[in-house]
């Protein structure tokens, strides 16, 4: 059973531009979460769906990011006109059931903004 | 609301000493509890984690941890470290209907040879 994966690893951006980052969830997980993960600092919940409902976006910044976990295909963080703050690690993990489980996480996509 | 602090940000052990790294939360209904290690430009790893039960929890690479609802606690503990340990520790928080986990912030372990 493939863990999740997350494509692509590494995603150099020029200020501006647009930002797709996928993550196909293990086989059979219909919960996928998105963090961020600042230099040096933690992992910070961005938002929190199913299959074609957003449950939680509380940590998603207000304006230019958006995600979508649609019925078929991956899960797709979108971040528009990025700019250098949004340089970052950007982890998916993913979950069978709701919090109670846990989650097991994909290897990040590196986000570089220049 | 639900909310997860790990005291220590950076602790440093001697290799082969023992570990104790904090975790404190704060849930209102029986919490689920987990820690993850990270290792340097990696992603998450589960080590262990606490549903119902015994309170002492066995978890992968030799790490336990023991949750003391009278302290609201979950600490993770190692008899002995090993130089390999050295990586990003964070603890979690959920249960059902609870939505998302919520995560500390992290207590980055270094171990000294």
């Known amino acids: 059973n493939a863990g999740v994966m997350q494509n692509p690893r590494h995603l150099v951006r020029r200020r501006g531009q647009e930002a797709r980052l996928r993550c196909s969830p293990m086989k059979g997980h219909s919960h996928v979460y998105w963090y961020r993960q600042l230099p040096e600092e933690g992992l910070k919940f961005m938002v929190y769906l199913q299959k074609e409902n957003i449950i939680d976006e509380s940590g998603m910044p207000k304006e230019r990011f958006s995600a979508e976990f649609p019925k078929e295909g991956p899960s797709i963080l979108r971040i528009q006109q990025v700019v250098r703050g949004d340089s970052a690690a950007y982890f998916c993990a993913s979950s069978p059931g709701d919090s109670s489980y846990e989650q097991y996480f994909g290897p990040g996509t590196r986000l570089t903004v220049t | 609301a639900q909310s997860v602090t790990q005291p220590d940000i950076h602790i440093t052990v001697s290799e082969g000493a023992s570990l104790e790294l904090r975790c404190n939360y704060s849930y209102g209904a029986t919490p689920y509890l987990f820690w993850y290690v990270q290792s340097p430009g990696q992603g998450l790893q589960l080590l262990l984690k606490y549903f119902s039960g015994d309170t002492l929890v066995q978890g992968i690479k030799g790490f336990e941890a023991e949750f003391k609802r009278s302290q609201s606690s979950f600490n993770l503990r190692k008899p002995s470290v090993h130089w390999s340990d050295a990586a990003e520790y964070f603890c979690?928080?959920?249960?059902?209907?609870?939505?998302?986990?919520?995560f500390g912030d992290g207590t980055t372990l270094t171990v000294k040879p």
């Open positions: 979690a928080v959920g249960g059902t209907n609870a939505g998302k986990s919520t």
